[in-house]
């Protein structure tokens, strides 16, 4: 089987590679330094087990295995982590894989051994118990075998389109997979609901205006989007737009 190494430290790495090149049922597919990183790896690489570290700069263990988790095939995750027992216990209790820091052989070969496909709700309520943050800081675009990232704070707005949610930020528009009730959920604090079909970035919107058939409409504060159906706000949700706009 092919493991993917994910560790901001070179030494952990080598660490792992090491362990691996000694058992005969695994082979190092490659490493990473972080997430992005590991992402792009498990494209290229397509690995059938990820060893993943949970404490990284930038985009951590646990943001970096929703977006794994996300593609198809998922490869399975073994969490490498040095965390106290109450993250330990947060874990064990929701059957996700882990080995502790400073890994030994035996314990890698029987985490190896046991690792499995993670269930995105397991790991979310295994992050909310151990106290490690969950929400994500980029959205995953996952189109002809490429992986891209969409940092939330570059995003205008989400709009659902088909069996699709189209993604529209600075750089563009990018379909995920995600449904809107889910990103408006993870996303409430940053995010609110203009229409059915709509979440918009709150930070982005500059005002709220009468269109010339008298329908209210969210102006973005760059200009950037002209498009009055896609912006329009409904009436059931004139109130709670305003009230976002006004910080409550």
Known sequence: MKVLVVDDEAPARERLAALLEEMADYELSGSAANG?????????????????????PGMDGIETAHHLNRLEPAPAIVFTTAYDEYAIDAFDARAIGYVLKPVRARKLAAALGQAARLVTASLDEAAAAAGLASKRKHVCCNARDKITLVPIDTINFFRADQKYTAVHHDDGISLIDDSLKSLEQEFADEFVRIHRAALVAVRRIDSIRKTSDGKLRAVLRDGSHTDDKELIISRRHVAEVRRRLKGG
Do not use: Q, W
């Open 36 to 56: 992005r990183e590991a992402l792009a790896a498990v494209s290229e690489s397509r690995p059938d087990i990820v060893l993943l570290d949970i404490r990284m």
